[in-house]
C-alpha cells in the first residue's frame, strides 16, 4: 500500500514528560500508526537550537575545539559549536512568549567566545534538524573564513576547551579514522567542501 504524505502521519495519543526541567523536555509519547494500531512507548525530546561553525584563519587552517563529551565520555575534536540564546533562559519550547537570537549573531558570539577569533566572511550553509528521529531542534551551520584573533577565550561555567588549527588535509584524515566524531560537524565540513 502507498501513503501520500498526508496519511503518513502519526498521531499523537498522550504523552508523559518524564523530565522538563529549564535543560530539557524528554517526553514518553503513544501514536497512532496510520494503519490505526497505537504504539508506545517513542521517546523524544526538545532542547534549543544551535550553531556550528567551519572556522578558517587567513592561513587556510581551521579552528576546532578539543573538549570532553559526556555522551561518549571522550575527548573530541570538533568545531566551534553553541547553543542559540533565549530570553526566557531556557533551552527549549516554542517562542511564543520569548525572543530568541538570530543564528548568525550567535554563531559570531560563539566562535569569538570559544576561540577569541572574528571574522567578517560569513556564510549560512543549512538549517537542518538535528536528529529528526528523537529531536525536535535545529542546527545552523555556518562557515566564517580569514578569521583573524582578536581575544582571549571567554568560555562559559561548563566549557573546558582548547582551540587547535587543523589543515583540510588532517580533519579529512580523523574523519576518515573516526576521530572526527560529531556527526553534525562532519556534515558541515562537507558542506563547507562544496562552497
Known amino acids: 500500500m502507498t501513503y501520500n504524505d498526508e496519511n503518513l502521519i502519526w498521531e499523537e495519543v498522550k504523552t508523559e514528560h518524564i523530565v522538563q ?18 504504539f508506545e512507548p ?5 532542547r534549543r537550537d544551535y550553531v556550528v561553525i567551519v572556522a578558517s584563519d587567513e ?9 570532553f563529551r559526556q555522551g561518549i565520555r571522550e575527548v573530541t575534536v570538533e568545531f566551534t559549536a553553541g547553543g542559540i540564546e533565549r530570553s526566557d533562559g531556557k533551552e527549549y519550547g516554542d517562542h511564543v512568549n520569548c525572543t530568541v537570537e538570530d543564528a548568525l549573531a550567535a554563531a559570531k558570539r560563539e566562535l569569538l567566545e570559544e576561540t577569541g577569533y572574528e571574522s567578517d566572511e560569513w556564510r549560512h550553509l543549512i538549517t537542518i534538524p538535528s536528529n529528526a528521529t528523537i529531536a525536535d531542534n535545529m542546527a545552523y551551520i555556518f562557515t566564517a573564513h580569514n578569521c583573524k584573533k582578536k581575544a582571549d577565550q571567554s568560555l562559559d561555567e ?5 582551540v587547535e588549527k587543523y589543515t583540510p588535509e588532517e ?10 566524531k560529531q556527526a553534525m560537524h562532519v556534515m558541515a565540513w562537507l558542506l563547507a567542501q562544496r562552497e
Open 59 to 67: 592561513e587556510g587552517k581551521y579552528l576546532c575545539v578539543r573538549q
Open 42 to 46: 517513542f521517546y523524544t525530546y526538545s
Open 171 to 180: 580533519i579529512e584524515e580523523m574523519i576518515a579514522g573516526g576521530n572526527f
Open 21 to 38: 526541567d529549564e535543560w530539557i523536555d524528554f517526553r514518553k509519547t503513544a501514536f497512532r500508526f496510520p494503519d490505526g494500531r497505537i
Open 158 to 162: 561548563m566549557e573546558f576547551l582548547n
